[in-house]
């Protein structure tokens, strides 16, 4: 396993506990970032390079270290994309850090969002991929949105899709708001909420 790539802390946080009131728990109602998380009263200012390096740098070393303590070979890739920073456990066995639906990376994210916070004082919307799997479920959930507005366009007949988390209704949201002639909305209350594509009036 390879270090992550620019450590510029010595001091990491220990391993924290969940928050049942994380930003994960907030959905559609406010105002939603990239990943489907809600920005909270008096949530940070825009954030600066530097800060989002330091993020990285964070979340690298408490990964490194987790993957350290569950025996898990993986190399760490940090990078900084638009306002976020962004980080990507690959190579490896990795399916045990990803779980049943991504149940587990979600999980895994929300730690290490909870490690950067602690560690920077500043809230995080750090994004965590492992194996790949968020970019490929990005990719499949665009081709699944874009199917689903061809034949609601064609048929003039609204679908409801399968219940998603809100990293994956944010996806689909944004492929149908590109779309002429249909338009999303999201129902039902959380795990089972999901996303209802209609046609335009």
Not at 103 to 116: D, F, N, P, W
Not at 137 to 152: K, N, Q, S
Request: without cysteine; aromatic residues 2%; glycine residues 10%.
């Amino acid at each position: 396993m390879s270090a992550p790539q620019q450590h510029t802390t010595d001091s990491t946080p220990a391993l924290p506990d969940a928050d049942a009131a994380s930003d994960d728990a907030l959905v559609e109602g406010a105002d939603l970032d990239a990943d489907g998380t809600a920005e909270a009263p008096g949530a940070t200012a825009p954030r600066g390079e530097a800060l989002l390096v330091q993020e990285g740098d964070v979340a690298g070393d408490y990964l490194e270290r987790l993957l350290d303590i569950l025996d898990v070979d993986g190399d760490i890739d940090l990078d900084v994309e638009g306002d976020r920073a962004s980080v990507a456990i690959v190579g490896g066995r990795l399916n045990d850090l990803i779980g049943q639906d991504g149940a587990t990376l979600e999980a895994l994210q929300e730690l290490t969002r909870l490690a950067v916070a602690q560690s920077t004082g500043v809230r995080s919307r750090l994004m965590l991929d492992v194996g790949g799997f968020r970019a490929k479920r990005r990719a499949d959930l665009t081709a699944l949105a874009g199917e689903t507005a061809r034949r609601v366009g064609t048929s003039g007949q609204p679908e409801r899709l399968s219940p998603m988390n809100p990293f994956e209704r944010k996806v689909v949201h944004d492929v149908i708001a590109g779309i002429a002639g249909v338009h999303s909305e999201s129902e039902g209350e959380e795990p089972n909420r999901r996303v209802v594509v209609l046609p335009d009036r």
